[in-house]
């Protein structure tokens, strides 16, 4: 674990912005009021971000380029949200790129059109080299960073994608898969996780594929997080409790989430969180209070469809949303959790906790026909 | 297994094979395994004796003097599902090399390959067996060159969209113009073409597109023993300007004339029975096995394989040689190239012939390494000139 007390020490050292968050504090209050005192923290707010960059949990952005015949991320591209020189303003330093397919896709076509959009995932990146890197470990992540370029995790996909095969999971991993939603599959439904399901989940591990439970029932949540050796995440998720949309979560399941040191990512979408950046806070606020600061991050969900608050539409808004959080008085140290410490927590502790599972655990060969009959 | 040559020439045979081992073209023990016991590798260990169940176990690819192997990635044509059914045979190739990191070695390239002959392993690459396993998608393909495949055969048993199999009625007339893009796609990427089991029209229409060298993972010669998964003579004629290599499979039913007849009324009896001719179930098997008992199977032998390799070698030359078992993937195989073990049989056949050292050496390993060395050359250059091609069947094929 000495890495993971790297890491946390890490960010104690950012101290340094303390004062300037105490400073800001009180700006809670009218509206016109809270809109100056977040201008006046933007110049902050890009100073801790460079530091503590974003690590973006969900960008729809392979499935939307999918449909372009011609695009530059490089130059800049007005035809989706993403985009290189938006990245960089908006100093986010690693980016999760969903390889979800359109419903309907079952079986066979789901697998090879997952297989496809891995390969324009790697070829998206591989046209990019000034701007991206395909990173499959945490320490990949960090290593991109340093090299000023934004690292690409692919993933998340969704359960469908595994067409039932825990050998296919092995094989989607070996190309670089590094989340799977457990959802949209025949043992992950309403009533949680089937034993096969459970299997799914423990091969996860063992390869160190991390579950993402946003959209999946409640009882599968649960259950991940019982048998779940790595913590988990919701790439989409915020506070049920501020705004009843099915994919957001209920006050005691952000406990129970927190109590599993996972992540809940907060999607920056108008129908989820509301039509402003202070909507969003909101919903960062209360994930945090009820999680705890080490089990929240940030969700662009940019090129997915949804609409977005105003302030936010695109990747470059990120500085205005940490000046919001700033003038709320999050310390540095809570914002850089936010922002980049805890993806970067949860993908190093699926790091170790595939490394250990592999001494200890054969390659599963079970089928769903025989766990599940 | 029949001892067929003396003692003397079978110790030169392993002390050639010591030095350039076997690089086998084809090998379908993944699909055996699935068969079996369904991935379950510690029920058939290769480490251990599996001469009951398996043609191939490590010590019979050790004794047989085997320095690499392309490890089948098939799956059935005629079912759904092969791109799921590739992926799981991929993953068992993986298990394989993982499981026994003293023996097998993965390679994607051909220095991988010389590593392993230098440390003693066997260099375990990935061959698949049919362009089904990509279902008309150029971006399947190229996961699956991700995923490590190295070459590809176009087809199966059965036609496919866009390419002809030599046992099945013509249809496109060799590769179609998304065909042919697949062999261009095949080239950018440095994955082998393989042309075993295509139809002579595809060999051609390959041939005329590819810009690296192609194989012949498991084919032997048409001119020898007239079955259309062999190679016609104007067809291996075009390899000494291709650059390719036959790789010549041992298969009664292929180099065996009076095998050939015995095979066709075998299938024919399996079909009679409800059976698809490659059923290796139990069941099937016995059926089959009562065929054998009431039909005495024509028996090949060591020097029916030779006279293949003779006369490749007077048509295409000796640069273009190889071996491709196919070990596996036939029930029947020739007497004294029973399992894995037999390589040195074979070799021992051809120096009483009198093929030098030196040109055993190319068949057993220079000429396959050679070519897969160079379809790395030809890549390299593409991927200068051109980026991945996202041509589909509809496109292209209308």
């Not at chain 1, 973006?56 to 449909?67: K, Q, V």
């Not at chain 2, 010590?59 to 003097?65: E, M, S, V």
């Amino acid at each position: 674990m000495a890495d993971l007390q790297d890491e946390l020490h890490t960010t104690a050292e950012v101290g340094a912005f303390e004062p300037l968050v105490v400073e800001a504090g009180a700006g809670d209050g009218h509206a016109d009021e809270a809109d100056a005192a977040g201008a006046d923290l933007l110049p902050r707010a890009h100073a801790l971000l460079a530091a503590h960059p974003v690590a973006d949990g969900y960008s729809g952005l392979p499935w939307a380029l999918r449909h372009l015949s011609w695009y530059d991320l490089e130059i800049g591209e007005s035809a989706v949200d993403t985009d290189l020189p938006r990245l960089r303003e908006g100093h986010v330093g690693a980016l999760f790129w969903s390889l979800h397919l359109p419903e309907g896709l079952v079986g066979e076509r789901a697998v090879g059109a997952t297989l496809e959009q891995l390969d324009l995932v790697r070829t998206v990146v591989e046209a990019h080299p000034e701007g991206l890197r395909m990173a499959h470990s945490a320490a990949q992540v960090t290593d991109a960073r340093n090299c000023g370029r934004v690292a690409v995790l692919p993933g998340p996909a969704g359960a469908a994608a595994l067409d039932d095969s825990l050998g296919i999971l092995r094989s989607l991993r070996a190309l670089g898969l590094r989340v799977l939603t457990l959802s949209g599959a025949s043992w992950a439904g309403v009533n949680g996780l089937t034993r096969f399901g459970e299997e799914v989940v423990r091969e996860m591990n063992r390869v160190g594929v991390v579950a993402d439970l946003s959209g999946a029932s409640d009882a599968t949540l649960r259950r991940a997080l019982t048998i779940s050796k790595a913590p988990v995440l919701c790439t989409r998720s915020a506070a049920r409790a501020l705004r009843p949309h099915p994919a957001n979560l209920p006050d005691d399941l952000l406990a129970e989430l927190g109590a599993a040191k996972g992540l809940c990512l907060v999607p920056l979408t108008a129908e989820q969180t509301g039509p402003s950046v202070r909507d969003v806070a909101d919903h960062l606020d209360h994930v945090r209070d009820l999680a705890g600061p080490e089990c929240v991050g940030l969700s662009g969900t940019y090129d997915s469809g949804a609409a977005h608050p105003r302030g936010l539409a695109d990747a470059s808004g990120y500085p205005r949303l940490v000046a919001e959080l700033l003038g709320r008085g999050w310390s540095a140290a809570d914002l850089a959790l936010l922002t980049w410490g805890n993806v970067q927590r949860v993908l190093r502790t699926a790091d170790f906790t595939a490394r250990a599972a592999q001494v200890r655990r054969e390659p599963s060969t079970a089928s769903i026909a025989e766990l599940d009959g | 297994m029949t001892q067929v040559t003396d003692i003397p020439s079978l110790d030169a045979a392993r002390a050639l094979l010591a030095e350039f081992p076997v690089v086998d073209g084809h090998n379908d023990l993944p699909w055996a395994l699935r068969e079996q016991v369904r991935y379950d590798l510690d029920a058939r260990d290769i480490a251990a004796d599996q001469s009951a169940h398996l043609h191939t176990d490590l010590a019979r690819l050790r004794a047989g003097g085997v320095g690499a192997q392309y490890w089948s990635v098939y799956v059935r044509s005629d079912l759904p599902g092969a791109v799921t059914a590739t992926l799981e045979q991929i993953d068992c190739v993986r298990q394989l090399i993982e499981r026994h990191p003293a023996d097998l070695r993965a390679a994607l390239t051909a220095a991988d390959m010389e590593a392993a002959r230098a440390e003693g392993r066997i260099a375990s690459l990935m061959g698949a067996e049919g362009g089904h396993s990509i279902d008309n998608s150029l971006a399947t393909l190229r996961g699956l060159y991700e995923l490590g495949v190295r070459y590809m055969t176009l087809t199966h048993n059965d036609n496919i969209a866009w390419a002809d199999s030599a046992t099945d009625e013509p249809a496109v007339g060799g590769l179609s113009p998304f065909g042919h893009e697949v062999v261009r796609e095949m080239n950018r990427l440095g994955m082998l073409v393989d042309l075993s089991h295509v139809a002579a029209t595809t060999m051609r229409a390959a041939l005329d597109t590819s810009t690296a060298p192609v194989i012949f993972s498991h084919s032997s010669a048409r001119a020898v023993c007239d079955h259309p998964r062999n190679i016609p003579d104007d067809v291996l004629e075009r390899l000494p300007a291709n650059g390719g290599v036959a790789m010549v499979t041992f298969v009664p039913k292929f180099v065996l004339q009076a095998a050939v007849d015995w095979s066709a009324a075998a299938e024919e009896n399996m079909r009679a029975n409800g059976f698809h001719p490659l059923d290796s179930t139990a069941e099937a098997m016995k059926v089959h096995h009562a065929f054998e008992e009431s039909h005495p199977r024509p028996v090949a032998t060591v020097p029916t394989v030779a006279d293949h390799l003779d006369h490749i070698r007077e048509v295409a030359g000796v640069d273009h040689l190889g071996i491709g078992g196919d070990y596996d993937g036939t029930p029947f195989t020739p007497d004294g190239l029973g399992d894995v073990s037999g390589y040195p049989n074979l070799i021992a056949e051809l120096l009483d012939r009198g093929w030098s050292k030196a040109d055993l050496a190319k068949v057993t390993w220079q000429n396959s390494v050679r070519v897969l060395g160079a379809a790395e050359d030809v890549a390299r250059e593409e991927q200068s000139r051109r980026g991945p091609s996202n041509a589909t069947l509809e496109q292209l094929d209308g």
